[in-house]
């Protein structure tokens, strides 16, 4: 499974829209086997949506995220859990764990998890 999360500093960057770089984990049975931050800097919406297109992801974490850019990573199959924040080390175990959708993590007024 290959899982991104977008960051700012070491925590969830507020907007996907406008994160800098995102944080890549291909993670098989729950071990770590590659990890690296891809960045995002200088590239508009299209070009974003076709860039993480093309990092093969399962699953991407973020804050919010507009309705536009949403739509345009569901139709490239990636399962999108929005409204995250805090920690981006914290939020990754969690998630991990499958505890993301039990913890206290989701800011406020958020809807959690979408589907695929």
């Given at each position: 499974?290959?899982?991104?999360?977008?960051?700012?500093?070491d925590k969830i960057?507020?907007?996907?829209?406008?994160?800098?770089?995102?944080?890549?984990?291909?993670?098989?049975?729950?071990?770590?086997?590659?990890?690296?931050?891809?960045?995002?800097?200088?590239?508009?919406?299209?070009?974003?949506?076709?860039?993480?297109?093309?990092?093969?992801?399962?699953?991407?974490?973020?804050?919010?995220?507009?309705?536009?850019?949403?739509?345009?990573?569901?139709?490239?199959?990636?399962?999108?859990?929005?409204?995250?924040?805090?920690?981006?080390?914290?939020?990754?175990?969690?998630?991990?764990?499958?505890?993301?959708?039990?913890?206290?993590?989701?800011?406020?007024?958020?809807?959690?998890?979408?589907?695929?």
């Amino acid at each position: 499974m290959r899982i991104a999360i977008s960051i700012w500093e070491d925590k969830i960057s507020p907007v996907l829209d406008t994160a800098s770089k995102l944080l890549v984990i291909d993670d098989k049975t729950q071990k770590e086997f590659l990890r690296f931050e891809a960045s995002l800097r200088e590239l508009d919406m299209s070009q974003r949506s076709s860039f993480i297109r093309k990092l093969d992801l399962d699953v991407l974490i973020c804050g919010a995220v507009s309705r536009q850019f949403r739509e345009m990573l569901k139709a490239c199959g990636i399962k999108i859990i929005s409204g995250i924040s805090g920690p981006a080390e914290d939020v990754l175990e969690a998630y991990l764990q499958g505890a993301l959708p039990y913890s206290g993590f989701f800011m406020p007024g958020s809807k959690g998890l979408d589907k695929k």
